[in-house]
């Protein structure tokens, strides 16, 4: 099964507003047993996603980023990986989020180290897998940049049997919603159109990249505030930082896509191979 890019743009921002995405992301829980792998691009919200499904569906959440498993000593990185189920065991109803899980996973006989430990690695966290089907409250979610780097048997039924594809936005209408999300808690001037700032906007951005214009058109909206205290024109007490429009269509010329065309292609073709 491999859902729509749609909604998954939306899921976050829509969070508070829309139980539809919610109840989305609950039934994809509730028909499988097995984990959920997110894929896509850097920045595209995989971690947020992950964090509003364990909050939707009121379950704890338990993040580990795959290379904080990662030890020197012998043995230790397999039990770290042990040690992470125990915990989302002991703390079930639980969703654990494998964030970065190539580095932790990388396809057996590929992944270069000379002892053979990444492959350990992968059989402890494959054993752990199988042995969380069967804990009806444990749901594992993982994100990954690369899905190409990771061993084939991850996504064996049982184990990571659902892909899903977090890309960018691909129309304006969802910029707008993210827009909102990463600016509700910056001081934007009441005459701001969002809609005219997205329409600004390529096609090609990521909800970091999002956020990023935001916080560019903030530090321009400070600077003016500091200057014109400086200058006398202001007195400190009465500044008040107010971010235009015109501060947020500044940043968005400056704006460079984090994610190149180039990538956006391989994403997509990657998509296709795992629809
Ligand atoms: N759909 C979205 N709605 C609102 N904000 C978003 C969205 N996507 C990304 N962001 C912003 O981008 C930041 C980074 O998102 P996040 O860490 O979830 O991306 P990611 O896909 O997990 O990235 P990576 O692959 O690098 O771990 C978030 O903290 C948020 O500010």
Known sequence: MNQQPDFLFYSCAKKSEDKCTSQISISLFLVTPSGVLLYGPPGT???????????????????????ELLNMYVGQSEENVRQV??????????????????????????SGDSGGVMDRIVSALLAELDGVADAADVFVLAATNRPDLLDPALLRPGRFEKLVFVGVCEDHEG??????????KIPL???????????????????????????????????????????????????????????????????????????????????????
């Open 45 to 67: 919200g995989k971690t947020l996603l992950a964090k509003a499904v364990a909050t939707e569906c009121g379950l704890n959440f338990l993040s580990v980023k795959g290379p």
């Open 85 to 110: 189920f125990r915990r989302a065991n002991a703390a079930a109803p639980c969703v654990v989020f494998f964030d970065e899980l190539d580095s932790l996973a990388p396809n057996r006989g590929h």
């Open 175 to 184: 910029q707008v919603k993210i827009l909102r999300a990463v600016s509700s």
């Open 189 to 275: 001037s009441p005459s701001t159109s969002l809609e005219r700032v997205a329409s600004l906007l390529p096609l090609s951005l990521t909800g970091a990249d999002m956020y990023a214009l935001v916080t560019d058109a903030l530090y321009t909206a400070l600077h003016r505030c500091i200057n014109a205290v400086r200058a006398g024109h202001l007195q400190e007490e009465e500044a008040e930082v107010l971010v235009t429009e015109e501060d947020l269509q500044k940043a968005a010329k400056n704006l460079v896509p984090s994610v190149s065309a180039r990538e956006l292609a391989h994403y997509h073709s990657l998509n296709t191979v795992h629809r």
